[in-house]
């Protein structure tokens, strides 16, 4: 089975600093890890999945997470954050093969002026 | 292009009433999921079915029924509805297996906030 970790509850910051929001996962078989995001009062949304390859994945939006095996790791990163990038952030991980979904507890990201 | 689609988007129940809350997808996806969330929770999956005519439990199944009723629709079912059922449900769908990663990620409706009294 699969579990993820996401230690920071919520993380303020001010506008045009970097976040990053960590992501820590465990399985004992090949997996695929997701970062969502869901603005309030809407469902999620994907922004950037890691499925192999590049263990560097980017958004359109300028966040970007890497895939760190030896440490099980898949921590979201954007160098500024804008007012409009509040939300709350859900890391996510599925076995390879049949894609059920196992979702951390959340990330509030608070971004003021 | 709607995606996925739920009703109704509010309800409050009484305990121990009933309800069947909906979804529908447009994508022709394989499979189909029910999630809650709760907050400092995040989404515990409910039930899943991994292809039409198949279903199967998550995490957090009691006191909760589904239907997949055919490829596009998988129903959420609350038969004896308990405060404990208090929550946001979010139906999801996916492609389901896939051996090459491609196409994996899941879809998911607007949400349906549920209060039990």
């Known amino acids: 089975a699969q579990s993820v970790t996401q230690l920071d509850s919520q993380v303020p910051v001010f506008e045009e600093a970097p976040v990053e929001l960590r992501c820590n996962y465990s399985?004992?078989?090949?997996?695929?890890l997701f970062w969502y995001v869901q603005y309030p009062n809407q469902g999620l949304q994907l922004l950037l999945k890691?499925?192999?390859?590049?263990?560097l994945v980017e958004s359109i939006n300028g966040f970007e997470a890497e895939f760190n095996k030896s440490q099980t790791s898949f921590h979201l990163r954007k160098p500024s954050v804008h007012i409009s990038d509040t939300a709350e952030y859900f890391c996510?991980?599925?076995?390879?093969?049949?894609?059920?979904?196992?979702f951390g507890t959340g990330t509030r990201l608070l971004v003021s002026p | 292009n709607a995606g996925v689609t739920q009703t109704p988007k509010f309800q409050v129940l009484k305990t121990g009433q009933s309800m069947t809350l909906q979804c529908a997808q447009d994508?022709?996806?394989?499979?189909m999921y029910w999630y809650r969330q709760d907050p400092g929770m995040g989404l515990r999956l409910i039930y899943y079915?991994?292809?039409?005519?198949?279903?199967d439990k998550g995490e957090v199944p009691n006191g909760y029924n589904v239907s997949r009723l055919n490829k596009r629709e998988f129903s959420l079912r609350l038969e004896s509805a308990a405060p404990s059922q208090t929550s946001v449900y979010f139906c999801?769908?996916?492609?389901?297996?896939?051996?090459?990663?491609?196409?994996?990620?899941?879809?998911f409706g607007q949400g349906t906030r549920l209060t039990v009294v």
């Open positions: 999801a769908s996916s492609w389901g297996l896939s051996s090459t990663g491609k196409n994996t990620e899941a879809f």
């Open positions: 996510a991980v599925s076995a390879t093969g049949f894609q059920k979904l196992v």
């Open positions: 890691y499925l192999s390859g590049s263990t």
């Open positions: 994508m022709n996806h394989n499979s």
């Open positions: 079915s991994a292809s039409e005519g198949t279903t």
């Open positions: 399985s004992s078989v090949s997996v695929y």
